[in-house]
């Protein structure tokens, strides 16, 4: 076979054959359009469902599997606030995160600009240490380490690496 998943396909486009559970508290959850087809789908545009429940942990999963895969989206900001002023409710979901088979924050940002010097930091930029975010991740990544860290360049990069992640554990549990 191609190595692609099986997507159900009419005339241009094909059919995501799973549904991606985004969690009701994500304030501007991915779309996930614009994705292309993989294997004979190559070309297609992917539409992908997505429908809208409390997960217990992550942001975004697969119906189905919702306890065992979660992805937990993070802008550059939000990843400042969680790991300074929300860091002990940070800590519980990662709790939760390291108790499923496969788990990740992706960042929608490049570690470039995780670590960048405080005279090209944002406005809103938290007052934490990029040092201090950097060690809160390195003692995270020890503490949890079933909870993967991603820094995807950009919101559109994570995106596509969530779905990524979600559409092979899918795959393989058929």
């Not at 119906?63 to 900001?77: I, T």
């Not at 570690?111 to 995270?140: T, Y």
């Not at 820094?151 to 992640?165: H, I, T």
């Amino acid at each position: 076979g191609s190595g692609g998943m099986t997507a159900t396909t009419v005339g241009q486009i094909a059919i995501c054959p799973f549904t991606v559970i985004a969690d009701t508290r994500e304030q501007a959850p991915w779309s996930f359009e614009g994705l292309a087809g993989v294997g004979r789908d190559r070309g297609k545009r992917l539409v992908v469902k997505v429908e809208r429940r409390t997960l217990a942990a992550g942001d975004y999963s697969v119906e189905g599997f919702e306890d065992r895969v979660a992805v937990e989206r993070k802008s550059l900001e939000d990843l400042y606030g969680t790991l300074g002023a929300g860091f002990d409710r940070f800590e519980r979901e990662m709790e939760r995160l390291n108790a499923m088979d496969f788990a990740a924050v992706a960042i929608e940002a490049d570690l470039r600009e995780v670590w960048r010097p405080a005279e090209f930091r944002p406005r809103w930029h938290s007052g934490m240490n990029p040092r201090s975010v950097e060690g809160r991740i390195v003692s995270l990544s020890l503490d949890f380490p079933k909870v993967h860290w991603w820094p995807c360049g950009s919101r559109n990069g994570a995106m596509v690496r969530c779905f990524k992640v979600l559409e092979m554990f899918w795959r393989k549990q058929q």
